[in-house]
């Protein structure tokens, strides 16, 4: 008997883990769309899974609800079902609460209005300014094209060194925002999503910058294990090229 009670305490436990309440919610309004559905979407173990779905039938507002263990990147997928097609994907930086997305059935991505979380606020932020960086990239590669054209090879290799210093200035605003909302979860997204392959000393400046909620959050812990992979293959760079040394001398 006390086995059998032993038994149902644990497989009480296990539901209810599996059955934990929502504690956020996703609603808004897609202007324009009548029939398809709408998923809520989040990165599990490196795959695109669905949380939450929701079937649009004439009333182009929406909501759903899942729950999140930490402040994470989500993303709210439409799927339509009839012949004008715009299937797309908008990605958002989701918290504990509430998030409204507004926005457009024939600009779908481009026009959608989100409200919710601080670092949501951050993250357009920080892409409202990388926007820039990206318009001077675009006007290099048409500056590069050109000069292919023209054989002009003085002119591609000033080019080159242009596309050098802003990517520098790029990776260095990066890592500045990162270490200026330290206490915010986007601080280690972006070291994670968009300087990566920075020198680990950068890295290793925003992770130790990080509040301690932040370090113990989704993206901090992956931060963390980032960083020991980084070290364990610098090292092992380390080895063999003193190996190849001692070869070769």
Known sequence: MKKLALLLVILISITACSEKESNLIVSGEIKGLKKGTLYLQKIRDTLLVNVDSVIINGDPGFRMETYIESP???????????????????????????????????????????????NQEKLMEYRKMISRFNDQNLDLIKDSFEAEKA????????????YDRL???????????????????????????????????????????????????????????FLKERRKQEKLEEKVEDQSGEENS
């Open 72 to 118: 994470q990147i989500m993303y709210l997928y439409l799927e339509k079902v009839d012949n004008n097609r715009y299937d797309d994907r908008i990605d958002f930086f989701a918290d504990k609460g509430e998030v409204s997305i507004k926005t457009k059935l024939d600009k779908f991505e481009t026009s959608a209005e989100i409200v919710g979380s601080v």
């Open 151 to 162: 054989e002009d090879e003085e002119k591609l290799m000033e080019i080159d060194k242009k």
């Open 167 to 225: 990517l520098k200035r790029k990776y260095l605003y990066t890592v500045n925002f990162a270490i200026n909302n330290k206490d915010h979860e986007i601080a280690p997204y972006l070291a994670l999503s968009e300087v990566f392959d920075a020198n680990i000393k950068y890295l290793d400046t925003i992770y130790t910058s990080l509040a301690p909620k932040v370090k113990k959050s989704k993206y901090g812990e992956e931060l963390k294990d």
